[in-house]
T-cell receptor, first 113, second 115 residues
Framework: AQSVSQHNHHVILSEAASLELGCNYSYGGTVNLFWYVQYPGQHLQLLLKYFSGDPLVKGIKGFEAEFIKSKFSFNLRKPSVQWSDTAEYFCAVNAQAGTALIFGKGTTLSVSS | EPEVTQTPSHQVTQMGQEVILRCVPISNHLYFYWYRQILGQKVEFLVSFYNNEISEKSEIFDDQFSVERPDGSNFTLKIRSTKLEDSAMYFC?????????????FGPGTRLTVL
């Protein structure tokens, strides 16, 4: 069965610090990979996704993620965080279109100004 | 930009009562989903729906749950006899499901509180 692990439960950073959130998945075949963000009081929004091609994908608000197939990882990065990045971040995978997304437990990011 | 909408935003019910959560998926999407998130836990898949039938369901989606597309726009989740442990945030999502990969877009959620 597919599973997703997010290593950091709560990350606390100061503004302008660099961010890397870990995500590892367990699945033997081709996967589609996603990072969703949930700002306080808001719904899940897509941050970025990887389906195929260039393993370095860029998303909204300066976020990027790198798919490393050999490590089954899809880590999220941002070179310089802002206070407005305070949110919960979820890594998710599925095997193909129209199938269940399997989510990690989420990482809460708190950015102090 | 089209969005998934959900009503109500918050539902309070007594244990044993039936509840119906409503969703309006994005209009040209073909797959519809329900997920839930119990407070402090991860988002869990419940069920997916395509071409007027369930295409996939999880172990959580037992006989107490049912889904329906009663008309051309709404997609509903019914919990027949609610239990305390059904208290959670319920998210509806939809996707185009064309090709091998697609993106699921989520609604704002319905917070269900079972007393």
């Amino acid at each position: 069965a597919q599973s997703v692990s997010q290593h950091n439960h709560h990350v606390i950073l100061s503004e302008a610090a660099s961010l890397e959130l870990g995500c590892n998945y367990s699945y033997g075949g081709t996967v589609n990979l996603f990072w969703y963000v949930q700002y306080p009081g808001q719904h899940l929004q897509l941050l970025l996704k990887y389906f195929s091609g260039d393993p370095l994908v860029k998303g909204i608000k300066g976020f990027e993620a790198e798919f490393i197939k050999s490590k089954f990882s899809f880590n999220l990065r941002k070179p310089s965080v802002q206070w407005s990045d305070t949110a919960e971040y979820f890594c998710a995978v599925n095997a193909q279109a129209g199938t269940a997304l399997i989510f990690g437990k989420g990482t809460t990011l708190s950015v102090s100004s | 930009e089209p969005e998934v909408t959900q009503t109500p935003s918050h539902q309070v019910t007594q244990m044993g009562q039936e509840v119906i959560l409503r969703c309006v998926p994005i209009s040209n999407h073909l797959y519809f989903y329900w997920y839930r998130q119990i407070l402090g836990q991860k988002v869990e898949f419940l069920v997916s729906f395509y071409n007027n039938e369930i295409s996939e369901k999880s172990e959580i989606f037992d006989d107490q749950f049912s889904v329906e597309r009663p008309d051309g726009s709404n997609f509903t989740l019914k919990i027949r006899s609610t239990k305390l442990e059904d208290s959670a945030m319920y998210f509806c999502a939809s996707s185009e499901a064309q090709g091998t990969a697609d993106t699921q877009y989520f609604g704002p959620g319905t917070r269900l509180t079972v007393l």
